[in-house]
C-alpha cells in the first residue's frame, strides 16, 4: 500500500481531498509502473484539487500533472526498472491519474528520461510551468527575437510559469521587465534576473486606443485577459507574444485587430500537453544549459501531499510564488 491524495465527490457534487492509503491495483493499468520521487503544483492541478474546472473525468481522482521518479516496471522496451524519468503534460493528472501519489502507472510514450545534469527535485522544480516557460522562449527565438531590440516582457511573473521565463530570458542576455500584481516580489524577480519590476495595474485598464507607443521586443503571457489585450498594442514591430496561460481571464479583451495589421505582430499559441517526444526532449536539454540552477532554487516552496488542498486553493487566488515542489514521499 501507499499514500495517493484522493479527490473525491459526494452527492451533494462537492469536492474533497485528503491523503488516503492506496494499492497498485488500484492504478489505472498502463505500460510503464514509476516510484515518484517528486511532484509539483501547477495552475491545472489547483483546479483538479478542487472543483475540476472540467478537466476532470471520473471521481475518485489523482490530481498532479506532472512528475519524475524511477521505473519500477516497464511492459515496454525503452524502459527498464531503475530508469530515472520525468513526465510532463499528456492530461495526466486530468484524464487519468497523475503525480500526487508514491507510484504511478502511464504510457511510455508520455515519459522522457530524466535529463543529464538535473536531479528528480530540480526536474520537478522547473516541472510543467518550466518546461512551458522554455517552450515560449524557443517560439519567441523562432520568431526573430533579439536581445538588441529592447525590453522583452513577462507577464503573471512572480507566479510558476513567469518566474522561471524570467530566469531564462535573464540568463540568456535579454533584458526582462516583470509584470507583477505583488510589490513585495519586486526583490525576488530582481534576483531572478529581471531589469525593471511594471505594476500589474498599468495594465488593468481596457482602453480604446488601437495602439500605444511601442515597447516590447517580446512577451511571454501567463495572464490573458484585460492584460493581453494592453501588451498587444504595445509591442513593437513585427515582434511576437507567446500566450501561454489565462492566469487573468479567458478572453482577450480589450483588443483591436490593428496591432495584427499595423504592427505584424505574432499571437504565438504554447502548449506544453501533447508535445511529441523530439520536442519533449529538446526543451529539457535547452533547460538544463540556459536556466541557472541556483535561480531555480530561489523559487523553490517545498511541500508534501497533505499541504496540497490549501496550496491548491491558493494557486487559483494567485498568491503562489514561483514554484511548488512536491515530495511524494515526505
Ligand atoms: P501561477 O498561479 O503560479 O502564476 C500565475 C500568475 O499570474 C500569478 O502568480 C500572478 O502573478 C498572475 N495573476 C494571477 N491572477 C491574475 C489576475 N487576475 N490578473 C493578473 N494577473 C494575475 O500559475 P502558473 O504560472 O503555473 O500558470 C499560469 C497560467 O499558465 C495558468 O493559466 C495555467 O493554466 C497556464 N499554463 C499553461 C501551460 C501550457 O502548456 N500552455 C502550462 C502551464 C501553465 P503576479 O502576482 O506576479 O502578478
Known amino acids: 500500500m501507499f499514500n495517493a491524495l484522493i479527490v473525491d465527490k459526494d452527492e451533494d457534487g462537492k469536492t474533497h481531498a485528503a491523503v488516503k492509503q492506496i494499492g497498485l491495483d488500484d492504478l489505472p493499468h498502463a505500460e510503464v509502473t514509476v516510484a515518484i520521487d517528486y511532484s509539483t503544483l501547477n495552475y491545472k492541478d489547483g483546479l483538479c484539487i478542487g472543483p475540476g474546472g472540467g478537466l476532470v473525468r471520473h471521481y475518485p481522482h489523482v490530481p498532479g500533472i506532472d512528475f519524475a521518479g524511477t521505473v519500477e516496471a516497464s511492459e515496454d522496451d525503452r524502459y527498464k526498472p531503475g530508469d530515472k524519468v520525468v513526465l510532463t503534460g499528456w492530461r495526466v493528472g486530468e484524464a487519468h491519474w497523475g503525480g500526487y501519489a508514491q507510484k504511478a502507472r502511464v504510457k511510455a510514450e508520455w515519459l522522457v528520461p530524466l535529463p543529464e545534469g538535473l536531479s528528480s527535485r530540480q526536474a520537478m522544480a522547473v516541472g510543467t510551468a518550466g518546461l512551458t516557460a522554455m517552450l515560449a522562449v524557443m517560439a519567441l527565438e523562432d520568431q526573430g527575437m533579439e536581445k538588441d531590440h529592447g525590453p522583452v516582457l513577462v507577464t503573471g511573473a512572480a507566479g510558476g510559469v513567469g518566474s522561471v521565463a524570467t530566469a531564462i530570458l535573464a540568463r540568456l542576455g535579454y533584458e526582462v521587465a516583470a509584470v507583477t500584481g505583488r510589490p513585495e ?17 498599468d495594465f488593468a485598464e481596457v482602453t480604446r486606443k488601437p495602439l500605444e507607443s511601442e515597447q516590447w521586443a517580446g512577451c511571454v503571457d501567463a495572464v490573458g485577459g484585460v492584460m493581453l489585450g494592453r501588451v498587444l498594442k504595445q509591442m513593437k514591430y513585427g515582434t ?14 480589450g483588443a483591436l485587430i490593428t496591432p495584427f495589421i499595423l504592427r505584424g505582430v505574432n499571437l504565438l499559441g504554447i502548449d506544453s500537453v501533447m508535445q511529441p517526444y523530439e520536442n519533449r526532449v529538446r526543451a529539457w536539454n535547452r533547460i538544463v544549459t ?37 515530495d511524494v514521499n515526505g
Open 240 to 253: 511576437s507574444v507567446a500566450a501561454i496561460g489565462l492566469a487573468g481571464g479567458a478572453a482577450i479583451e
Open 290 to 326: 540556459d536556466l541557472p540552477m541556483d535561480k531555480l532554487e530561489a523559487m523553490v516552496q517545498p511541500a508534501i501531499l497533505s499541504d496540497l488542498p490549501k496550496l491548491g486553493s491558493d494557486i487559483l487566488k494567485g498568491q503562489v510564488k514561483g514554484r511548488v515542489v512536491v
Open 185 to 201: 516580489q519586486a526583490d525576488y524577480l530582481k534576483g531572478l534576473g529581471a531589469s525593471t519590476i511594471v505594476p500589474r495595474e
